[in-house]
């Protein structure tokens, strides 16, 4: 009777191991880039905290810059029974269309894109990041002394594009007389040549600085080195430099991926697209106290407009 008591034990402790919700995801770059994938990362770990180790278990591969090898991982994982498969990075949008089909019973998500390509198991995600970027803006704006201000941008391309697009936004109608120089490096992940369009910004004036991106680390260290102003996105940056940060977009992909995990274990595999936006606190506006009263009340006005709808960042 112990013996059939401790088997059916073992036999239920494997069940509910089973019973786990598993997820992969794929990400272009480090866990810890103080950026996009670092900000997918946080989000997971959020969630196994919530949801238990126990009942959400996730893998990832970092540093995945190369279309090829991160469609290699996703159509392994896919032909492993997960029951998630997050493809972290508008790159790899070309490969999920082409690997969906030949696995119909499992649900992949990837961002950052409105497009499910039409398909019942994709989900798509993005972030209203231009709505953090007019709030950055307004600070921007309102701190600038020179009027002058720098803007390191990776790839004119998704929620980089739409962030560039609010700060500008943001500052101009704060300040019609700032100068708004933006650089786009061509590169999301090209630490030196952020660097050296920081160099340039800086040489031409410019007493804030802002970008997105991995590669703003290098534009960072600039503003560092030089006492000028920072403002950051996707994930916080403080850390980095907190003497010159002042406010911080941070991305909070909770918002989004909870109600995917829970249609997926009602069956739903997808065909539905998310963003996340400032209603409904996916992103999160961190401002620090070094940026001083005046930018903070500037910037819950505007939050708070943007909420409300009365702000249209990108005057729509």
């Known amino acids: 009777m112990k013996r059939l008591v401790v ?39 959020a969630i196994q905290e919530e949801m238990g180790a126990d009942n959400f278990e996730f893998d990832y591969a970092d540093g995945t810059f190369v279309v090829d090898d991160a469609a290699a991982a996703i159509r392994d994982w896919a032909s492993q029974g997960y029951d998630l498969i997050i493809a972290h990075g508008s790159q790899y949008g070309a490969p999920l ?10 649900s992949f998500a990837w961002g950052t894109a409105g497009d499910t ?27 600038s002394k020179s009027g002058i201000i ?8 998704g929620d980089a594009k739409l962030y560039v697009d609010g700060f500008k936004i943001g500052a101009t109608a704060t300040n019609p007389e700032v100068q708004v120089n933006v ?38 260290g600039v ?16 850390e980095l430099a907190p003497e010159i940060v002042v406010a911080n977009q941070v991305y909070d992909w909770t918002v989004i991926l909870k109600p995917i995990i829970e249609q997926v274990k009602a069956g739903k595999l997808g065909g539905e697209a ?12 961190e401002i620090n106290d070094n940026a ?10 505007a939050i708070s407009g943007i909420i409300d709808g009365s702000i249209a960042p990108l005057g729509e």
């Open 7 to 45: 088997s059916l034990c073992l036999l239920l402790g494997l069940a509910w191991a089973q019973d786990a919700f598993k997820v992969a995801v794929v990400m272009p770059s480090a866990t810890n880039d103080l950026a996009f994938s670092e900000s997918m990362y946080d989000s997971l770990l």
């Open 97 to 106: 269309q082409e690997i969906a089909p030949d696995f119909p019973d499992v």
């Open 117 to 143: 390509f039409g398909m019942d198991n994709v989900y798509a995600y993005e972030a209203a990041s231009d709505q953090g970027g007019y709030v950055n803006g307004v600070i921007a704006a309102t701190l």
């Open 150 to 157: 720098g803007v390191v941008g990776p790839i004119e391309v």
């Open 183 to 220: 650089n786009y490096i061509g590169s999301f992940g090209d630490v030196a040549l952020a660097t050296e369009a920081a160099n340039t910004h800086a040489e031409a004036g410019a007493d804030v600085l802002t970008g997105s991106a991995q590669m703003v680390v290098g534009a960072i």
């Open 223 to 238: 503003a560092k080195e030089r006492g000028l102003l920072w403002l950051g996105t996707q994930a916080s940056q403080t």
């Open 274 to 285: 998310y963003v996340i936006t400032l209603e409904n606190g996916g992103l999160d506006m």
């Open 292 to 301: 001083g009263a005046d930018a903070k009340a500037a910037a819950e006005a």
